[in-house]
């Protein structure tokens, strides 16, 4: 039964930065892709960045490219998500997904 536990989210100022961590655990698949998608209240789910695995191919949705970036260490089972000047737009519950599974979430909350 695969596992992933978010980290990493919190209260930050608009332009500040956070890093998400997503952990996963009884996953034994050798190639997959690891994604982030968040939840703000009121709007639709949205897809904001994936990578592969065996070729560290990566997705960033337009609202996020040149602010996030994701990696991940193959030796840990851990995937991340660097968000950098972050507007209150970006408030959300993030949450990591691989295969058909996905995490709990993590609150992330944008405000002066």
């Known amino acids: 039964h695969v596992q992933l536990v978010e980290s990493g989210g919190g209260l930050v100022q608009p332009g500040g930065s956070l890093r998400l961590s997503c952990a996963a655990s009884d996953f034994t698949q050798d190639f997959y892709a690891i994604g982030w998608f968040r939840q703000a209240p009121g709007k639709d789910r949205e897809g904001i960045s994936c990578i592969h695995s065996k070729d560290g191919t990566t997705y960033y949705a337009d609202s996020v490219q040149g602010r996030f970036t994701i990696s991940r260490d193959s030796a840990k089972n851990t995937a991340y998500l660097q968000i950098n000047d972050l507007k209150p737009e970006d408030t959300a519950v993030y949450y990591c997904?691989?295969?058909?599974?996905r995490g709990q979430g993590t609150q992330v909350t944008v405000s002066s």
């Open positions: 997904w691989l295969a058909n599974y």
